[in-house]
Every structure is written in structure tokens, then in C-alpha cells.
């Protein structure tokens, strides 16, 4: 089982950037795909992006390609979401997840294990 923690999350203005932070314990995630989701007031949760075990797939959800990052630090058991260029409709909790070893996809009910979240918000 592994256990996760998110981080980086604030106040920030348009334009802006943050980076998020999930850090793992338990067990390495190496083992795990990672995704980050994120849900804004009344609206569904969403996968951000996500990343597989192998690091061989990844995906972002079309608002923040070209915006958003994922990437892992294997020596630091970290997986950071950087966000760029942030817009207010980027406003949300955003949650990390993992997922099997086998998990391609960005869909959350594939994922097992989630963290706390961290707010972001995104206004002038």
C-alpha cells in the first residue's frame, strides 16, 4: 500500500504557475501509475494528467496541454504536476492518485489510492 501526500497548492494570479507536489510512502512509485485529478465547486472530478508506471504513457486533459507537466523524481519518490500559464477555470482541489502497475488510462476509477488533495486558486 502507498501512501500519498500532496503539496504546492495556493492562491495564485492569471498567468501564474505552481508546481504540485505527491509525495509517496510505503512503498516506491515505481510501482504505480500516477494520475492528478481535480475537482472545481459543483463541478465532476476530472483527470489532469497522468503518467504509467513505466513512464511510457502519458496524458493531460485537452485544457492544459501545452500548460501542465507531469514528471517523476524516482530518487525523491515525488511526482510534480507543473502548471503554467494558469487560468482561473484551473481553479480546483487537485488530488494525486495511483494506480497498478498495469493502468494506461486517466480515468480515477482506476486509481486506488488517493491523497488529501491541495486547493489552487486562480484569481486576481
Known amino acids: 500500500q502507498v501512501q500519498l501526500v500532496e503539496s504546492g497548492g495556493g492562491l495564485v494570479q492569471p498567468g501564474g504557475s505552481l508546481r504540485l507536489s505527491c509525495a509517496a510512502s510505503?512503498?516506491?512509485?515505481?510501482?504505480?501509475?500516477i494520475g492528478w485529478f481535480r475537482q472545481a465547486p459543483g463541478k465532476e472530478r476530472e483527470g489532469v494528467s497522468c503518467i504509467s508506471s513505466s513512464d511510457g504513457y502519458t496524458y493531460y486533459e485537452d485544457s492544459v496541454k501545452g500548460r501542465f507537466t507531469i514528471s517523476r523524481d524516482k530518487a525523491k519518490n515525488t511526482v510534480y504536476l507543473q502548471m503554467n500559464s494558469l487560468k482561473p477555470e484551473d481553479t480546483a482541489v487537485y488530488y494525486c492518485?495511483?494506480?497498478?502497475?498495469?493502468?494506461?488510462?486517466?480515468?480515477?476509477?482506476?486509481?486506488?489510492?488517493w491523497g488529501q488533495g491541495t486547493e489552487v486558486t486562480v484569481s486576481s
Open positions: 510505503g512503498s516506491t512509485l515505481d510501482y504505480y501509475g
Open positions: 492518485a495511483a494506480s497498478g502497475l498495469a493502468t494506461q488510462t486517466c480515468d480515477g476509477y482506476e486509481y486506488d489510492y
